[in-house]
């Protein structure tokens, strides 16, 4: 076992520093100093779910990035030293037909996630990226270019890929017509990555003293949501709208938006959901969910942000603020996502 230094849960809104214990490297895995994690709305959701008498610990973070500092002997992608960024999968079953489509964020044995996974081999409890030290199959970590910052990049890895697979699933492109509903994590990425695309980007909020915000990621409007006469005069206007809204919401106003066989994407919420029939069907309009993605959307992703200049918006703190980061981003207090520094457990 190797041993490293990271944040556990030590109750539903505070974390402890730990020993944390790491498997030595299997043939194909790769051992990675993290330097920058970002943090998550469903790190805020595990910590609060997770049960203090579980036998093993709960380690957050899913988006990091670092420098490899070991490699196991089948490994030919990656020497010490190299730049890597790892998202919230670390490895599937890599036969079944999703695996097979490069989708293995939909693995039909279910993907084994960075934390609160269960390791394929060994039925470890899978300990994430708030940590100094993390060991991953190597096909499961990604070469980081050489043009993104490694702070501003780790967010991409979660929040980033979370937008992008719906946005290129869904064809966007010069041309289209993209709303993002929503300005905060999931949603300033979308709105970059949808105006890089070439689409006509517009965002919608409730909150009017966003439009400058809106307009500096390079949207071109913004819909006042609870503005009722402001809606209407949007209706059908979208090929794609991206809802990022974490609460729960009516998807009338935001199916309203969406033009004939065009589609509302839904990415913030993930609970049950009510929608009216008519709402689908008076324009053949679509509903439709992504989450996370497979290995060549992220690598994808990653390309595409370099040659574009894409990163998230982060305030950077040192990792043993992280209780103060998870209060902040609890109450929403972030523009727009927080990263750690975890330097400062060596």
């Known amino acids: 076992m190797r041993m490293t230094t990271g944040w ?17 490297l299997r043939p194909d895995d790769i051992a990675v100093q993290v330097d920058y994690c970002g943090v998550c709305h469903t790190d805020l959701h595990a910590l609060h779910a997770y049960d203090q ?49 490069g989708q293995e964020n939909f693995c039909h044995s279910f993907p084994t996630l960075t934390y609160g996974g269960t390791d394929r081999q060994d039925g470890a409890t899978t300990l994430g990226g708030y940590s100094r030290e993390y060991v991953v199959r190597d096909i499961f970590a990604y070469p980081l270019p050489s043009g993104l910052d490694p702070a501003a990049a780790a967010p991409l890895m979660c929040a980033g890929v ?17 709303a993002v509903a929503g300005l905060g994590g999931l949603g300033h990425l979308a709105v ?18 966003k439009r400058d915000d809106a307009r500096k990621l390079g949207a071109h409007d913004l819909i006042d949501s609870t503005d009722s006469p402001h809606m209407a005069t949007a209706r059908d206007s979208f090929d794609v709208v991206i809802d990022t809204v974490s609460a729960p919401h009516d998807l009338a106003p ?7 066989d065009g589609t509302l994407s839904l990415l913030g919420y993930l609970g049950p959901v009510t929608v009216e029939a008519t709402d689908l069907l008076i324009g053949r309009k679509r509903l439709s969910s992504a989450g996370s993605g497979g290995r060549p959307a992220t690598a994808e992703m990653l390309r595409f942000c370099a040659d574009n200049s894409i990163a998230a918006d982060i305030e ?20 727009y996502r927080f990263v750690l520094d975890m330097s400062d457990l060596d």
Not at 194 to 204: M, N, P, R
Not at 316 to 335: C, G, I, K, M
């Open 53 to 101: 008498n579980a036998e093993a610990p709960l380690v957050p973070g899913h988006e990091f990035t670092g420098v490899v500092t070991g490699t196991g002997p089948e490994v030919t992608a990656f020497s010490v030293g190299d730049r890597v960024a790892v998202g919230n999968i670390v490895d599937s079953c890599g036969v079944c037909a999703m695996c097979e489509a």
């Open 8 to 24: 556990q849960a030590a109750g539903p809104t505070t974390l402890r520093r730990a020993s944390l214990k790491r498997r030595d």
């Open 192 to 209: 970059k990555m949808a105006v890089a695309l070439g689409a006509t980007t517009t965002v919608v909020s409730r909150t009017r003293d």
């Open 162 to 178: 979370t937008v992008w697979e719906p946005l290129r699933c869904l064809g966007v492109g010069p041309g289209s017509r993209v």
């Open 316 to 335: 950077v703190l040192p990792s043993a603020q992280v209780d103060t980061a998870l209060d902040r981003l609890r109450r929403n207090d972030v523009r």
């Open 254 to 260: 935001y199916l309203g938006l969406v033009a004939m």
